[in-house]
């Protein structure tokens, strides 16, 4: 299947941000950022200002491991903090005011999906094409797919027992929203999970890390009152089956080091350096 424009340059932006993440010590210039995706530099400062609503020199700010250490250290910011300093009113709205969690029942976690039907669709956002799956109930997956034929396997190993139909239903469109922080018409998002208790724990846990912060496994494993914990929450978070509107990508090492992600380390830089640009955006038209 043909690639669609929206995916082509989120794989250019995706290609600049990872050689921006290799020599930023060498502070790259914009020409030479734009020369490794082939493209000219004025064309590139328009793609990606376009794309992440700041330009390629302010995004390298976001994008690297010091901003991480500076959020978590200097600012000593915790999980708790950073929920209780967060304004209802602002386009950075906590997650969990419009997203809801209900865990599967016993019998439907240990029957794989059978009895449930799954309509799925294949939606376009900037960090490229989110496999969205959702029940009667509500989203039950989120993924982001490079290839449609893996993406449809992996949905399908989620719930063994399930029936399946390829149909956009108007709640894969409602979630989708969340990729546009300052839409203000997002409506409350049930979520339909298979997981384990600790693991909806875990996840819940997920939806207070605001747009624009980010938080540490130990912070995580303190919020759900297991603080020894932090190695099985990693292990949970890394098994989050909502891309994005759990923010599992918002969760960092201690060191500051952004760690792995479900659905490719860059992609994690990318929507992280693109939240906080939002972020910064917000905050400089609140303080207008």
């Given at each position: ?156 190993e989620n719930f063994e027992n399930a029936e399946f139909i390829e149909h956009e239903l108007p709640i894969h469109l409602e979630a989708i929203k969340i990729f546009n922080p300052e839409d203000q018409s997002l ?102």
């Amino acid at each position: 299947m043909e690639k669609t424009q929206k995916e082509l340059n989120y794989e250019r932006i995706a290609k600049a941000i990872q050689y921006i993440q290799d020599h930023f010590q060498e502070k790259p210039s914009l020409e030479e950022i734009a020369e490794h995706v082939h493209l000219s530099p004025f064309h590139f400062q328009r793609l990606f200002s376009d794309w992440a609503g700041t330009s390629p020199k302010k995004f390298l700010q976001y994008t690297q491991v010091n901003y991480a250490k500076k959020l978590l250290k200097e600012e000593q910011r915790t999980l708790f903090e950073t929920h209780l300093l967060t304004g209802v009113g602002s386009t950075s709205r906590l997650h969990d005011m419009f997203v809801q969690i209900e865990g599967m029942t016993p019998a439907e976690f240990k029957q794989a999906g059978e009895g449930l039907t799954i309509s799925y669709s294949f939606q376009e956002t900037p960090f490229g094409i989110c496999l969205v799956g959702s029940t009667e109930k509500g989203i039950c997956y989120m993924a982001f797919v490079d290839n449609q034929a893996a993406g449809r396997k992996e949905l399908k190993e989620n719930f063994e027992n399930a029936e399946f139909i390829e149909h956009e239903l108007p709640i894969h469109l409602e979630a989708i929203k969340i990729f546009n922080p300052e839409d203000q018409s997002l409506k409350k998002i049930k979520l339909h999970l298979k997981g384990t208790a600790f693991q909806l724990k875990v996840w819940q846990a997920l939806l207070q890390i605001p747009l624009g912060k980010v938080s540490s496994y130990k912070d995580i494993a303190i919020a759900i009152d297991q603080p020894s914990a932090s190695r099985a929450v990693g292990t949970a978070i890394g098994q989050n089956p909502i891309a994005f509107l759990i923010p599992c990508h918002r969760v960092i090492q201690t060191t500051g080091q952004t760690g792995g992600y479900r659905w490719k380390p860059i992609r994690k830089t990318v929507i992280l350096g693109w939240e906080f640009a939002h972020k910064d955006k917000d905050i400089t038209h609140e303080a207008i």
